[in-house]
């Protein structure tokens, strides 16, 4: 058996890997993805800060309501964004993937519940 052979017959699934196709990008798609993830949970996190602030410095109960509701929304879109990003950087033992679900649960409430809150103030500031 020749050299060219037994690097054929080797191993079938480098040989996948290595075709041309777009399997090559997967690792840096998923990167990208951990990166965009990463920048999402700061942009998350400084405006609930920022919002935080702002409705504690205002004396009108229903732009404090408003704002307390945008940064619930914030907060929550940071929560499922850790999930997401846990996802991706932790392997999928039992315990992972329980704490996932309950931040994504508990992200995803948070966002409905800033959701319904922001819908009653504006209703409420609108005057109907």
């Known amino acids: 058996m020749d050299k060219s052979q037994s690097q ?3 191993c079938p699934a480098e040989a996948m890997l290595t075709d041309g196709s777009s ?3 997967l690792p840096f ?3 990208f993805i951990k990166y965009l993830l990463f920048a999402l949970l700061v942009i998350f996190m400084v405006c609930a800060a920022a ?3 702002s409705s504690r410095r205002t004396a009108d109960p229903l732009i404090q309501g408003t704002r307390r509701s945008i940064m619930n929304m914030l907060l929550g879109g940071m929560l499922v964004t850790l999930s997401l990003m846990s996802m991706f950087i932790f392997r999928g033992s ?3 993937v329980v704490i ?3 931040f994504l649960l508990l992200g995803l409430f948070n966002i409905f ?3 319904r809150s922001f819908s009653y ?3 409420m500031r609108s005057g109907s």
């Open 8 to 10: 054929d017959t080797e």
């Open 23 to 25: 399997t090559k990008e």
């Open 29 to 31: 798609m998923i990167m």
């Open 51 to 53: 919002y935080s602030i």
């Open 94 to 96: 039992t315990l992972n």
């Open 100 to 102: 996932e679900a309950a």
């Open 113 to 115: 519940s800033g959701l």
């Open 121 to 123: 103030y504006s209703r």
